[in-house]
């Protein structure tokens, strides 16, 4: 069975320090990997997957299949950054695409 | 571009009642999603429509759960009768075909429900 863990309930940093959302997964097959976002009073939306290797919003996220690991990085954290962020995975075959397991979720806080 | 919508926001209700929930996805979106949001959880998918045939249920209690998309719009969520474990924030979500394929999903607000 397909598993996303964050182990972090809660992240605090502040602003212009460097931030790490860690993430988990277990999987036998080939997974895709995600991070989403939901920002206070706002819908739960795509940051970013894996597959487009793109930097989004100063964060960035690489698959280390060797250690199951999807963590999220950004080298300066702004207060902006402050919400809840989720990590999610999806069978990359199959019928179920758009199936996305996700983890508990991790709320990140920047102070000033 | 209007954004997937939900109603209502805000339920409560007793154990034992009945409770329906509404979703309408963004137009030409041929996949949609109900997610069940437990607090403290993550986002658990309950059912998935392709237009108005089901891909996945598997995690749907059939015994007080029933979803249906008649027309491959809009789509109802029913739970009857209620337990105090359904309290829970129930997501909306739609794709297209190639978005779902990416693992973009589009989530409406969410509608909260309380059972006392």
């Known amino acids: 069975a397909q598993r996303v863990t964050q182990p972090e309930k809660l992240l605090s940093v502040f602003k212009g320090a460097p931030v790490e959302l860690k993430c988990n997964y277990s999987?036998?097959?080939?997974?895709?990997l995600f991070w989403y976002v939901q920002y206070s009073r706002q819908r739960l939306q795509l940051l970013l997957r894996?597959?487009s290797r793109e930097s989004i919003k100063g964060f960035t996220a690489d698959l280390n299949k060797g250690e199951t690991s999807f963590h999220l990085k950004k080298p300066f954290a702004q207060e902006e950054d402050s919400a809840m962020y989720y990590c999610?995975?999806?069978?990359?075959?199959?019928?179920?695409?758009?199936?996305?397991?996700f983890g508990q979720g991790t709320i990140l806080t920047v102070h000033p | 571009e209007a954004g997937v919508a939900q109603s209502p926001r805000y339920k409560i209700i007793e154990k034992r009642q009945s409770v329906a929930f509404w979703c309408n996805p963004i137009?030409?979106?041929?996949?949609l999603y109900w997610y069940q949001q437990i607090l403290g959880q993550g986002p658990k998918l309950l059912i998935q429509?392709?237009?108005?045939?089901?891909?996945?249920d598997s995690q749907l209690p059939k015994d007080r759960f029933s979803a249906e998309r008649l027309k491959g719009v809009d789509s109802t969520l029913k739970i009857q009768p209620a337990k105090l474990e359904d309290s829970a924030v129930y997501l909306c979500?739609?794709?297209?075909?190639?978005?779902?394929?990416?693992?973009?999903?589009?989530f409406g607000e969410g509608s909260r429900l309380t059972v006392l």
């Open positions: 999987y036998s097959g080939s997974p895709e």
């Open positions: 137009s030409g979106h041929a996949t």
């Open positions: 979500a739609s794709s297209s075909r190639a978005e779902g394929l990416t693992g973009e999903l589009f």
């Open positions: 429509f392709q237009n108005n045939g089901v891909v996945d």
């Open positions: 894996h597959i």
């Open positions: 999610a995975l999806m069978n990359a075959g199959g019928t179920s695409y758009g199936k996305l397991t």
